[in-house]
């Protein structure tokens, strides 16, 4: 399928709710006023009916088959974005396990998550990179781990651009992690994690649902006292449908696992992909360290999020100005961090990549001294 074949779509640098794979929104275009067989849209219909029912085992089970997800892993989804899970994370893990929980607060979303655990109960810091202005991640295997509910991670650090390359591999601890901003950009061993979630609107989907995978042992952590809402047990034993789940999120998840099935052939195709594209920007950062400024340090960089600086501020600002008139949209760093925040997710295309690589070079020659 060629890119951006549809007239008017700009490339899409968002870092969230960000570009979608053209095929599945031309299918959910296609489908829009009748589902094949079904007479209603998919924003019409019943969660209780069969035909929506299929839509979401249909979602899970091509989640389980990208991501080899074990029997004994739970798929739910949610609501409430990954800041809900910030909070449900602890309530339903920690309490009542009289023991604290560690976080690794690598960039903002870390610093979020353990902000919101405070509140349950008892933290403690494993790693925390404010002194380096969050621009490095630590080596898991050498941190002080302690007797712990859970290790919490984020494996992208989306406002930072920085990103753990690999999975933990340490089995006294049940890690946790946040993976808001890579999920679905390579295979990962769900086995080393005891939880995994990620809201779907970066990689996955539009926003209102987020996927939680969960190891079955650890539903039994949940607490009957907890609102229903956001007791995980409740979510499981009612089959995601303790509330009337996000339909029109769940069935665009399915079409997003199906195009990483049958258009890119899987996650290992996927991660390929996504480093080949990666590298087109960072070659150029790499060539031009005097011009274009990495946030991240090489070894740590996120191949979803590419955050840079130009000189000054007057150069940024022409920079996605410029990028603007060549249909390369929202460019900008996050509000606290400033530069350049080149979101290149799964769907982006390669030649979007290619097209910011080009008008880097020829900005940083038109402006370099
Ligand atoms: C890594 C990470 N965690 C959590 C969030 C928060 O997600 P939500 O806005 O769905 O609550 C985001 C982005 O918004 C994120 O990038």
């Not at 019409?44 to 069969?50: D, G, L, P, Q």
């Not at 949610?78 to 899970?85: A, V, W, Y």
């Not at 490095?136 to 390359?165: C, M, W």
Request: with cysteine; charged share 25%; aromatic share 8%.
């Amino acid at each position: 399928m060629s890119t951006n074949t549809v007239v008017d779509r700009v490339y899409n640098f968002s870092a969230g709710p960000a570009v979608l794979p053209v095929p599945v929104l031309e299918e959910a275009q296609r489908d829009l006023l009748s589902l094949p067989g079904c007479g209603a849209s998919i924003l019409e219909i019943s969660h209780r009916s069969k035909q929506f029912i299929a839509i979401m085992d249909d979602a899970e089970s091509r989640l389980r088959d990208l991501l080899a997800i074990p029997q004994n892993y739970k798929v739910l989804f949610l609501q409430g974005g990954s800041r809900l899970q910030f909070s449900m994370v602890p309530m339903n893990l920690m309490r009542g396990t009289g023991k604290p929980a560690e976080y690794v607060v690598a960039g903002s979303w870390g610093n979020y998550a353990i902000q919101e655990a405070k509140r349950e109960g008892e933290t403690r810091v494993l790693w925390d990179g404010r002194e380096s202005n969050y621009d490095r991640l630590p080596d898991l295997n050498k941190l002080d781990y302690g007797d712990s509910a859970y290790v919490h991670l984020t494996s992208n650090e989306t406002i930072q651009g920085i990103q753990f390359s690999s999975d933990p591999d340490r089995d006294a601890s049940v890690f946790i992690s946040d993976m808001s901003s890579d999920f679905m950009h390579r295979p990962v061993d769900v086995r080393r994690y005891g939880m995994i979630y990620a809201c779907a609107q970066k990689n996955a989907g539009p926003a209102g649902v987020t996927v939680v995978i969960i190891r079955d042992d650890l539903l039994d952590r949940s607490d009957d006292s907890l609102p229903g809402y956001l007791n995980y047990k409740s979510h499981y034993e009612a089959g995601s449908m303790y509330n009337t789940p996000p339909t029109f999120g769940i069935y665009m998840v399915g079409l997003v696992a199906k195009w990483l099935q049958e258009e890119v052939g899987g996650l290992a195709n996927m991660y390929q992909r996504n480093r080949d594209k990666a590298k087109l920007l960072y070659d150029v950062l790499d060539a031009s360290p005097d011009f274009y400024q990495g946030h991240a340090q090489v070894s740590d960089r996120s191949l979803m999020n590419v955050t840079f600086r130009l000189p000054s501020d007057e150069l940024t600002k022409e920079f996605i100005e410029e990028a603007a008139k060549h249909q390369l949209d929202s460019l900008g760093g996050h509000r606290s961090v400033g530069g350049i925040r080149a979101s290149i997710y799964n769907a982006m295309p390669i030649e979007g990549v290619e097209a910011l690589r080009d008008l880097m070079i020829d900005f940083r020659n038109r402006h370099a001294h």
